[in-house]
């Protein structure tokens, strides 16, 4: 869950696209709010903070399906 404009090279950038690093999200989420949280975690990061982060999808909702095993 590391965001491409965290990358230090082109080459880091286009492996941060792999599916190991992506979780599917509306694009209003990914433009909106995701945005404003990567930066300002860049931003504190960047001002010499120490910082950690844990972040994954949430699957909540009345309209999930699950595959039967």
Do not use: C, T
């Not at 599917?24 to 982060?53: C, F, K, M, T």
């Amino acid at each position: 869950m590391a965001p491409s404009a965290d990358m230090p090279d082109q080459q880091s950038q286009a492996e941060s696209f792999s599916l190991a690093n992506m979780s599917p999200q509306r694009h209003a989420n990914n433009a909106g709010i995701w945005e404003e949280l990567e930066n300002g975690v860049r931003h504190l990061a960047l001002s010499g903070h120490d910082v950690y982060v844990v972040s994954g999808p949430l699957f909540a909702g009345a309209r999930l399906k699950r595959i039967k095993k």
